[in-house]
């Protein structure tokens, strides 16, 4: 009897992490773009226009998918700093949810020249991506 029971649930595991799998790779494709990743979630992000210019706005446009376990996230926050430098923009960026798990961030801008990070943030998750901008 004890020996049937480890074998249901070992069976409804397996089921899980079939269908944990097949969601991941059907139901959640990233678009083409640059790449960053945390523990809980993949992204990738273009620039628009791209590339973009010192001293213009522009737009980011970025798609989220959770990876196995995490929840489809609300709401994804993008901003840009220069670590080197310690600060960041002088706008906050417009945030929208598209759906499905895309975004889209307005009136970003870059002040100067030299290596900046865009950084998304789901909940507690901090996805960065570095760049160098001329
Ligand atoms: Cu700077």
């Known amino acids: 009897m004890e020996k049937r029971r480890d074998a249901v649930r070992r069976h409804a595991l397996a089921l899980i992490a079939a269908s944990a799998a097949c969601g991941a790779a059907g139901a959640c494709e990233l678009p083409a773009g640059a790449r960053a990743e945390s523990a809980a979630y993949a992204?990738?992000?273009r620039t628009n226009p791209e590339p973009l210019k010192i001293g213009?706005?522009?737009?980011?446009?970025?798609?989220?998918?959770?990876?196995?376990?995490?929840?489809?996230?609300?709401?994804?926050?993008?901003?840009?700093?220069?670590?080197?430098?310690?600060?960041g923009m002088n706008y906050t960026p417009a945030i929208r949810a598209l759906g499905n798990g895309r975004f889209r961030a307005d009136g970003l801008l870059l002040h100067m020249p030299g290596r900046w990070e865009f950084v998304f943030r789901i909940g507690g998750e901090r996805l960065a991506h570095s760049v160098r901008v001329e």
Do not use: K
């Open 43 to 45: 992204l990738t992000y």
């Open 56 to 87: 213009e706005h522009f737009a980011l446009e970025y798609a989220v998918c959770p990876r196995a376990g995490a929840a489809v996230p609300a709401v994804v926050s993008a901003d840009a700093w220069m670590p080197d430098h310690r600060h």
